[in-house]
């Protein structure tokens, strides 16, 4: 096990890079802590959100949306073929929170004060609602994660109250989700005058909510692609084009909503203006949405692991892209405020992303987060003949990849 | 006890600087020249060319945007009129900042314990009220209960009509401020931030919050259904000796 970990091809040379952000990370939390927010970040009174939550946050959560919908996949729809992709959806979703919860506690001002929305309400306020259901959330994640650890350590008896607990945290996960997911957009429904109208819709929440499921969704197909590439895992291909085939429904139904509500508000003018908001506006729906929606319809296209990548690769950048649009350029269209991150902002985003990397990595080596045993052998013999066709293909491009 | 509000008269101010003086003194701000809202200026003059001058300071509204988004009610409007801060309760997330209509609040961005700050009509001086009122000679920022100075507004507006644009700002916008302006033109071409919405602000995260509880019941209870039919479903092939598999195929 040791020689895996130390493997020079897979550890060598973002190990230190991982190590010397997350160190970077900790001098600028030193320097926050002791001087405050203005010491290390570009925010000012009249642009109090920026890179931490805007990128941290609202792409963190998002990003960690597959959890929520896999998990109901298997535990309540009871498609249990998609099993081997459980573990890793639910680990990177539970760090995708820890990932935006840390950045709260560099963001927020006085963050050892993160626990007052337990005893001190506002139901009015939607920060509030979404404290509450990201601090239950991600409860639910620690606990829907917490049999991969019982079962490495053998806890026979935990493991049994767990798996009985499991459909319960799970329906309970898709309703918090649905609430948090839609509410980080309605977090913007109060500011009409602050954001350009491409952006401020009074569907938000439900656009927010949308977005998040295919994110969700592409995160499945990159993160499996990824830890292939890092693991040398066997890919589900065949789960990966069904996953996909879904993508193109929800990518569908995100697109008919957002043109729909851009339409109704007569930004269709504006648009045709074709000014700088326009391109953002046209590159965040033609390269974010609709070209991967076309890509991945095509059964072609599908049947390469490395296209799937890439196509949902185009998900996950047209959200973020969609998500700092929302937070940051509509906010400096309609204020007339600039705001560019400060270098130490960006430093902590990457440190955060690179702390979340290298304890995905760790939990994929100590703890089974991939399918082995009995349920890898069932899934491995009941789905070799169906991608049988797709796997020397995949084989192959593992080779002209790793090279 | 009254219901505190205060008028200001933009037609009336002469720019001295009075308010924003006693204002500095009252809070324990060091004494500056204030161009705009920051962490020592609760009050500051917009300059608007021909001496005439627009006095900001926080509109104290009667539903406060900034009172509905704190997540922990570390701001209050409280019975007396004022919109009021609690730093012990404040956990920092600016969401107050980015709410509000007008751009009051501010931070203290060079602090480790930061707190958000802005007029709360002094408050905390036991209902001796605004230190700017008493310190204008002009009457151009005068203190009272909010329909005497209603009453005394429509007044001026009525008897010199070539001196104020016929409107109350403040009566209806946002909701209703307890800070109310009259002036030689609409408070929109003086450069007061116009609120985006005709009433409340709060409405429009209600329109979506208020819809939490029934995600919750009913989605418990379509969730809880589907799982119970689809574990059926399965339960029902097996008892039929055919794998779940193969039927849902």
Known sequence: ?403 | MIRRAILVDVSKCVGCGACWQACQQANGHPEHEPTKFDQDTFTFLMDRGNDVYVRRLCMHCQTPTCVSVCPVAALEKTAEGPVIYHPSRCMGCRYCMMACPFGVPTYEWHSAAPRVRKCEMCAYRDGKGPACAPACEFEATITGERDELIAIAKQRLADEPDSYYQHIFGLTEAGGTDVLYIGPKSMAELGLPQPPIEGPMPALTWRALKHVPDIVLFGSVFLGGLFWLTKRKEAVAQAEGRSAEVDRD
């Not at chain 1, 639910?90 to 927020?108: E, K, P, Q, R, S």
């Not at chain 1, 991600?138 to 806890?155: A, I, K, N």
């Not at chain 1, 909510?209 to 830890?227: H, K, N, Q, Y």
């Open chain 1, 1 to 403: 096990m040791i020689k895996k970990i130390l493997n020079p091809r897979s550890w060598g040379f973002w190990m230190p890079i991982g190590v010397a952000l997350t160190l970077t990370l900790g001098v600028i939390a030193l320097i926050r802590f002791t001087r405050g927010l203005g010491a290390v970040t570009n925010l000012t009174d009249t642009f109090p959100w920026g890179l931490w939550i805007g990128f941290d946050m609202l792409c963190g959560i998002g990003l960690a949306a597959g959890g929520f919908a896999i998990a109901a996949t298997v535990h309540v729809l009871h498609l249990e073929d998609f099993k081997p992709i459980l573990r890793p959806t639910i680990l990177t979703a539970f760090l995708g929170y820890l990932f935006a919860i840390l950045a709260l506690l560099m963001d927020l001002g006085k963050p050892w004060n993160i626990w007052h929305p337990i005893i001190m309400w506002n139901p009015h306020s939607v920060m509030f609602e979404v404290g509450w259901c990201v601090m239950l959330y991600t409860t639910v994640l620690f606990l829907e994660f917490s049999p991969v650890v019982l079962e490495r350590f053998g806890l026979s008896t935990p493991l049994k109250i767990m798996r009985k607990l499991t459909p319960i945290l799970v329906i309970l996960g898709v309703i918090l989700s649905t609430l948090h997911q839609s509410s980080l957009g309605s977090l913007f429904l109060i500011i009409p005058g602050k954001l350009h109208p491409f952006w401020y819709s009074p569907i938000l929440p439900v656009l927010f909510f949308v977005s998040a499921l295919t994110v969700g969704l592409a995160m499945v197909v990159v993160e499996s692609w990824f830890s292939r590439r890092a693991f040398g895992k066997p890919l589900e291909t065949h789960l990966l084009q069904r996953v996909s085939r879904a993508s193109v429904v929800v990518l569908a139904i995100f697109l008919a909503l957002r043109l729909r509500d851009l339409a109704l508000r007569d930004t269709i003018n504006q648009f045709l203006a074709f000014e700088r908001y326009s391109w953002y506006l046209l590159a965040e729906l033609g390269l974010g949405v609709a070209l991967p929606m076309v890509l991945l319809a095509s059964e072609r296209f599908r049947r390469s692991p490395r296209r799937l990548a890439a196509a949902q690769g185009l998900v996950v950048l047209g959200f973020v892209f969609n998500r700092l649009n929302v937070s940051v350029t509509a906010f400096e269209a309609a204020t007339g405020q600039t705001y560019v991150p400060a270098v130490a902002e960006f430093l902590v985003s990457m440190g955060l992303v690179a702390l979340g990397m290298i304890l995905f990595m760790a939990a994929c080596q100590w703890l089974p987060v991939f399918p082995e045993g009995p349920v890898a052998e069932v899934e491995k013999s009941g789905g070799f003949a169906a991608i049988a066709g797709h796997t020397p293909a995949a084989v192959g491009d593992a080779a002209t990849t790793s090279r």
